[in-house]
């Protein structure tokens, strides 16, 4: 059966076609974007069958014209259709599918040779990039990977090294043809096994290069070290005879062995106190003498060239450190032994080694090193260090909690590190970035000890976030939680929105600030409140506020500090919370969380919906617009699904209340229900004089009680956000409002200025009291037993039992 095709693909094809026939050689590249994205909507004609279209068919004719002008331009003489059938190869095969790969040996032919050809780098690069993913496209179908892949692979390999071996190579193209091996290496080890050694001597030259005495007339990126030590470490799936993790494992040793060498010349200024427990054998004699300048002649094992200076051996310990890290961020295809022995006992030597702090710090000089090169050691520690603490990260990063006994070593490492070297922004924000993973991991289960170690990190960090002009200065020192029992002011003039910043380096505010944010938040989340120190908390709390933080603000909301012994939690910072972000959706989630609805439990009929209490505005239920229009069904009671799940069916069935253990809420009750015009002809004709008393009497009772200060507090407003955080829903206590209500102040020790918004919204609330109020009265006057609005239980003390006396009487005398 012929698929059908959409005569818009159809005219699209031929008006490429004709696009590409007629347009000069020179103007191909210009146009050529346009047509590659007009290729995508051709894509039902282009992954059409032999078999599918018809012979001498419109369609078969228009698809035979484009391939046939495609494969000329590849072989075009001019350099722009070259490039320009480079981009539409990818785009066609991308666009053609199964059908079109299963058809591009031809067009890999071609791509080969452009790559032999004298043309620009771009072009090279192009062809780089359609020839991977033409191979990548292969992997699916073996009979495509041995009819096209196979062939072509190793002429792609000897003609990739030959280019970037050649001057007239550019730095985006060596970068694309590392990219090429380290994604082909992993499926095609045995095509690149007779090249590999050509491939380490790249590497080696790439790894090599440094900045203060590079061996080549090459610069090398960051981009393109960090793609070779990758590549490095894949090297390894070419060992043959599935021998690919002995050679992992020897080749991480290597590097960590190479590592020490290194260090050897270049801590050579200070007598360390470090002893190797992992058997590490010095490269140096215990006894040699050391002139002229720190170098390493060549690295054998390793087979990367020599270097001179302590700049320069910095940059290859900083190198070697990478490469490590390389081996454990690279994922292998078989299992490999990771000796953390090694590791960990290098990490202790480069921390072992750290600028002096204070007069406890005893580090001992090599005095037949000038200080010349002692202090330009020192200098460059920082960055030293900070390759060290990324690869403490890349570990944490691999096996998590399976290295857990290796943290706490590792830790105090890391505090006695940034105590002598926080001065250095780089330092600082790869601390924050470490610490940050290893209280994710640990942060739950730190004791108090611990808390009080990373005590400095996390003051650094709210330093590194909070303003550096007078604004931090205008909080009093106990914060919310108050220090020492002390009570904090109860106003604090403090603008937050427009809190004053000072310039700061550009380069170091971008990760630095992260990486503190970042650190602040998991303080606030994954460490127990109760074992930290008040002040550590005050300043973690002020930092959040005057950063702007929510984050950070949710976090401290939702783990709330606690005192010492009494474990009472302090006052929150809610307020400010939803001052800041009264339209977040985590703020609304923690000011009124949604419960489930309530059923009523009554048997549904036969096509019937279920009678289901729906959520009102003001948080009770309501019944549906038929129970609205007709009243409230009387023989169901809201709270029947309540009582069931309670086992109360007794007092269901006797008729009593869900309430009817308060006496007071059940006369009162009754009261609402004998005045409810609904029911006034039914109980004046059934009960004579004495309804007509107990009407009077409830009344009576209903004005005395409106006009009585109620003992719980009045309801805010629902608008006032930060006002209404204490107070209870207005539907449940309606007779509550109070005129004054949004005059008093909140009840937090934190009170800013109101907001223009919310000054502004001050009158309306004050006018609504009169429409609330009538909405309670009418919400009174209409309830019963059946209805939602229950009135809570009052508690009244012997004084106004005895004016309920008096009124009786009164009444009673009338």
């Given at each position: 059966?012929?698929?059908?095709?959409?005569?818009?693909?159809?005219?699209s094809?031929?008006?490429?076609?004709?696009?590409?026939?007629?347009?000069?050689?020179?103007?191909?590249?210009?146009?050529?974007?346009?047509?590659?994205?007009q290729?995508?909507?051709?894509?039902?004609?282009?992954?059409?069958?032999?078999?599918?279209?018809?012979?001498?068919?419109?369609?078969?004719?228009?698809?035979?014209?484009?391939?046939?002008?495609?494969?000329?331009?590849?072989?075009d003489?001019?350099?722009?259709?070259?490039?320009?059938?480079?981009?539409?190869?990818?785009?066609?095969?991308?666009?053609?599918?199964?059908?079109?790969?299963?058809?591009?040996?031809?067009?890999?032919?071609?791509?080969?040779?452009?790559?032999k050809?004298?043309?620009?780098?771009?072009?090279?690069?192009?062809?780089?990039?359609?020839?991977?993913?033409?191979?990548?496209?292969?992997?699916?179908?073996?009979?495509?990977?041995?009819?096209?892949?196979?062939p072509?692979?190793?002429?792609?390999?000897?003609?990739?090294?030959?280019?970037?071996?050649?001057?007239?190579?550019?730095?985006?193209?060596?970068?694309?043809v590392?990219?090429?091996?380290?994604?082909?290496?992993?499926?095609?080890?045995?095509?690149?096994?007779?090249?590999?050694?050509?491939?380490?001597?790249?590497?080696?030259?790439?790894?090599?290069?440094?900045?203060?005495?590079?061996?080549?007339?090459?610069?090398?990126?960051?981009?393109?070290?960090?793609?070779?030590?990758?590549?490095?470490?894949?090297?390894?799936?070419?060992?043959?005879?599935?021998?690919?993790?002995?050679?992992?494992?020897?080749?991480?040793?290597?590097?960590?062995?190479?590592?020490?060498?290194?260090?050897?010349?270049?801590?050579?200024?200070?007598?360390?106190?470090?002893?190797?427990?992992?058997?590490?054998?010095?490269?140096?004699?215990?006894?040699?003498?050391?002139?002229?300048?720190?170098?390493?002649?060549?690295?054998?094992?390793?087979?990367?060239?020599?270097?001179?200076?302590?700049?320069?051996?910095?940059?290859?310990?900083?190198?070697?450190l990478?490469?490590?890290?390389?081996?454990?961020?690279?994922?292998?295809?078989?299992?490999?032994?990771?000796?953390?022995?090694?590791?960990?006992?290098?990490?202790?030597?480069?921390?072992?080694?750290?600028?002096?702090?204070?007069?406890?710090?005893?580090?001992?000089?090599?005095?037949?090193?000038?200080?010349?090169?002692?202090?330009?050691?020192?200098?460059?520690?920082?960055?030293?260090h900070?390759?060290?603490?990324?690869?403490?990260?890349?570990?944490?990063?691999?096996?998590?909690?399976?290295?857990?006994?290796?943290?706490?070593?590792?830790?105090?490492?890391?505090?006695?590190?940034?105590?002598?070297?926080?001065?250095?922004?780089?330092?600082?924000?790869m601390?924050?970035?470490?610490?940050?993973?290893?209280?994710?991991?640990?942060?739950?289960?730190?004791?108090?000890?611990?808390l009080?170690?990373?005590?400095?990190?996390?003051?650094?960090?709210?330093?590194?976030?909070?303003?550096?002009?007078?604004t931090?200065?205008?909080?009093?020192?106990?914060?919310?939680?108050?220090?020492?029992?002390?009570?904090?002011?109860?106003?604090?003039?403090?603008?937050?929105?427009?809190?004053?910043?000072?310039?700061?380096?550009?380069?170091?505010?971008?990760?630095?600030?992260?990486?503190?944010?970042?650190?602040?938040?998991?303080?606030?989340?994954?460490?127990?409140?109760?074992?930290?120190?008040?002040?550590?908390?005050?300043?973690?709390?002020?930092?959040?506020?005057?950063?702007?933080?929510?984050?950070?603000?949710?976090?401290?909301?939702?783990?709330?500090?606690?005192?010492?012994?009494?474990s009472?939690?302090?006052?929150?910072?809610?307020?400010?919370?939803?001052?800041?972000?009264?339209?977040?959706?985590?703020?609304?989630?923690?000011?009124?969380?949604?419960?489930?609805?309530?059923?009523?439990?009554?048997?549904?009929?036969?096509?019937s919906?279920?009678?289901?209490y729906e959520?009102?505005?003001?948080?009770?239920?309501?019944?549906?617009?038929?129970?609205?229009?007709?009243?409230?069904?009387?023989?169901?009671?809201?709270?029947?699904?309540?009582?069931?799940?309670?086992?109360?069916?007794?007092?269901?069935?006797?008729?009593?209340?869900?309430?009817s253990?308060?006496?007071?809420?059940?006369?009162?009750?009754?009261?609402?229900?004998?005045?409810?015009?609904?029911?006034?002809?039914?109980?004046?004709?059934?009960?004579?004089?004495?309804?007509?008393?107990?009407?009077?009497?409830?009344?009576?009772?209903?004005?005395?009680?409106?006009?009585?200060?109620?003992?719980?507090?009045?309801?805010?407003?629902?608008?006032?956000?930060?006002?209404?955080?204490?107070?209870?829903?207005?539907?449940?206590?309606?007779?509550?409002?109070?005129?004054t209500?949004?005059?008093?102040?909140?009840?937090?020790?934190?009170?800013?200025?109101?907001?223009?918004?919310?000054?502004?919204?001050?009158?309306?609330?004050?006018?609504?009291?009169?429409?609330?109020?009538?909405?309670?009265?009418?919400?009174?006057?209409?309830?019963?037993?059946?209805?939602?609005?229950?009135?809570?239980?009052?508690?009244?003390?012997?004084?106004?039992?005895?004016?309920?006396?008096?009124?009786?009487?009164?009444?009673?005398?009338?």
């Amino acid at each position: 059966m012929t698929p059908h095709i959409p005569v818009e693909s159809i005219a699209s094809l031929k008006a490429v076609a004709y696009r590409l026939s007629t347009t000069p050689g020179k103007q191909l590249p210009h146009i050529a974007p346009q047509i590659a994205a007009q290729l995508w909507h051709c894509k039902d004609l282009l992954s059409l069958t032999v078999d599918s279209a018809k012979q001498g068919s419109d369609a078969s004719v228009v698809l035979h014209r484009f391939k046939t002008h495609l494969s000329s331009l590849l072989q075009d003489r001019t350099v722009e259709g070259r490039w320009s059938a480079v981009v539409l190869v990818k785009a066609t095969i991308e666009a053609g599918g199964v059908e079109v790969l299963s058809k591009s040996n031809a067009w890999v032919r071609s791509l080969l040779a452009i790559l032999k050809k004298p043309d620009p780098p771009t072009t090279r690069n192009l062809a780089v990039i359609v020839l991977t993913r033409i191979f990548m496209l292969t992997w699916d179908y073996s009979s495509f990977v041995r009819e096209i892949t196979t062939p072509a692979l190793p002429t792609f390999v000897a003609m990739c090294l030959s280019n970037i071996g050649n001057k007239r190579c550019s730095a985006s193209e060596l970068l694309t043809v590392l990219e090429a091996f380290t994604t082909l290496i992993p499926r095609h080890p045995t095509i690149f096994r007779t090249s590999e050694s050509q491939i380490r001597i790249l590497l080696s030259r790439v790894i090599s290069a440094t900045s203060s005495n590079s061996v080549v007339d090459v610069h090398y990126t960051k981009d393109h070290q960090f793609m070779a030590q990758r590549l490095f470490v894949l090297l390894h799936h070419c060992s043959p005879k599935q021998g690919g993790a002995d050679k992992w494992d020897e080749s991480i040793k290597t590097t960590i062995i190479a590592t020490h060498s290194t260090c050897d010349r270049l801590f050579r200024s200070v007598i360390e106190s470090w002893k190797s427990v992992a058997g590490v054998q010095p490269s140096l004699a215990p006894n040699a003498l050391f002139q002229g300048d720190a170098e390493l002649e060549s690295d054998d094992k390793l087979g990367l060239s020599g270097w001179t200076g302590v700049y320069a051996g910095n940059e290859r310990l900083v190198s070697l450190l990478e490469l490590i890290e390389a081996h454990l961020d690279t994922a292998t295809s078989g299992a490999v032994v990771v000796r953390l022995g090694l590791v960990m006992d290098l990490l202790t030597r480069l921390f072992s080694v750290r600028a002096q702090h204070s007069r406890q710090d005893t580090i001992k000089f090599n005095n037949q090193v000038s200080k010349d090169e002692r202090e330009a050691m020192f200098s460059i520690l920082a960055q030293v260090h900070v390759a060290a603490v990324h690869l403490v990260d890349a570990m944490l990063r691999r096996f998590g909690n399976t290295i857990a006994s290796l943290m706490q070593p590792s830790l105090a490492h890391i505090i006695w590190m940034f105590e002598a070297e926080r001065s250095d922004s780089d330092v600082r924000a790869m601390t924050y970035t470490v610490v940050t993973s290893m209280l994710k991991l640990q942060g739950p289960s730190m004791a108090k000890g611990d808390l009080a170690d990373i005590e400095g990190i996390v003051k650094a960090c709210c330093e590194d976030l909070l303003p550096s002009g007078d604004t931090a200065a205008q909080l009093p020192a106990t914060h919310v939680n108050g220090m020492n029992g002390k009570q904090p002011p109860v106003m604090c003039s403090l603008d937050l929105q427009t809190t004053k910043t000072s310039p700061s380096h550009p380069t170091a505010s971008g990760s630095l600030h992260s990486s503190a944010e970042a650190l602040l938040l998991v303080c606030f989340s994954r460490l127990n409140a109760a074992h930290m120190p008040g002040r550590l908390r005050v300043l973690m709390e002020r930092t959040a506020v005057l950063t702007h933080h929510k984050d950070a603000l949710v976090a401290c909301v939702l783990n709330p500090s606690v005192k010492g012994r009494d474990s009472s939690v302090q006052a929150s910072l809610l307020p400010l919370l939803a001052r800041q972000y009264p339209n977040a959706p985590e703020v609304e989630a923690i000011l009124r969380p949604r419960m489930p609805l309530t059923r009523t439990g009554r048997a549904e009929s036969e096509g019937s919906e279920p009678d289901v209490y729906e959520e009102s505005e003001y948080g009770a239920n309501k019944y549906n617009d038929e129970d609205m229009t007709n009243g409230a069904p009387e023989e169901t009671e809201p709270t029947d699904g309540l009582l069931k799940a309670l086992g109360q069916q007794d007092a269901t069935a006797a008729g009593g209340d869900f309430y009817s253990a308060s006496p007071l809420r059940q006369s009162v009750s009754d009261n609402i229900q004998h005045i409810d015009p609904r029911k006034a002809t039914t109980t004046s004709s059934s009960e004579g004089p004495a309804g007509e008393k107990r009407r009077a009497d409830a009344a009576l009772g209903i004005e005395r009680s409106a006009k009585r200060p109620q003992a719980s507090p009045a309801v805010q407003h629902p608008l006032s956000t930060v006002s209404s955080l204490t107070g209870p829903d207005l539907a449940t206590t309606p007779r509550q409002i109070s005129g004054t209500a949004l005059s008093e102040p909140p009840q937090s020790s934190f009170v800013t200025a109101p907001e223009a918004s919310q000054q502004a919204l001050t009158l309306p609330m004050a006018r609504d009291d009169t429409s609330a109020t009538r909405y309670a009265q009418t919400a009174a006057d209409e309830g019963s037993d059946d209805s939602d609005f229950e009135m809570p239980p009052l508690t009244m003390d012997a004084s106004d039992e005895d004016e309920d006396d008096d009124v009786e009487e009164v009444v009673g005398g009338q």
